[in-house]
């Protein structure tokens, strides 16, 4: 009867597993974005998360694994906030593209160390990730929807390269370009593009 009761307290319920994996994705975030990737073990995330390594495995077999579902997580509120942007902003395909690409930059910013560790900063190595795939699509159809540009798949996969980490990665840590100038660089360059 003793085994039956620890078994039963053992086991977290289903609100303290969703609560326990969401703890631990804001807390490997937190110290992600503090120390860097290569920094963080997964020991140090479950003793600051409050959980033990089980619990941690349970949830995420591998750094790896914990990496995509806070990328998950964040490419899926862009894309709900793209959404939703999109919505609101019915018939200004130009304006909703520079404010597009300004945002895809942001999450590729945010993310560079994760996306790092992911060995996703080689340059191209990102295009070929399904989860962007989405991205392009988006640029494509804001293109064909401005009308502004007769080759809107070549425009389309300028302007998604621009987006590509390993490029950024370049651009923001061996040539030191900040945010600011980098989405004016892009701007500016689909500017050109539709001009």
């Not at 289903?14 to 631990?24: L, V, W, Y």
């Not at 560790?117 to 494509?140: F, K, N």
Request: hydrophobic content about 40%; aromatic content about 8%; glycine content about 8%.
């Amino acid at each position: 009867m003793d085994e039956l009761i620890i078994m039963r307290d053992a086991r977290p319920n289903r609100s303290d597993a969703i609560k326990n994996r969401e703890q631990i994705l804001k807390t490997a975030s937190e110290l992600i974005a503090v120390s860097g990737v290569d920094q963080v073990t997964m020991s140090a995330i479950a003793d600051a998360a409050g959980v033990g390594k089980g619990t941690l495995y349970r949830h995420f077999p591998s750094k790896t694994d914990l990496l995509a579902a806070l990328l998950d997580a964040d490419q899926r509120n862009l894309q709900e906030r793209t959404l939703a942007y999109l919505r609101e902003h019915p018939g200004q395909p130009i304006d909703n593209l520079h404010w597009f690409l300004s945002e895809a930059l942001a999450f590729v910013e945010r993310n560079l160390r994760m996306l790092s560790g992911m060995e996703m900063v080689l340059p191209g190595s990102g295009a070929y990730h399904p989860a962007h795939g989405w991205w392009r699509q988006t640029i494509r159809g804001l293109l064909a929807q401005s009308g502004a540009y007769a080759d809107a798949d070549y425009a389309a996969d300028i302007l998604y390269m621009m987006l590509d980490p390993g490029v950024n990665y370049y651009l923001m840590i061996v040539r030191g370009y900040d945010f600011d100038r980098l989405r004016y660089g892009i701007c500016q360059t689909c500017k050109q593009l539709l001009s």
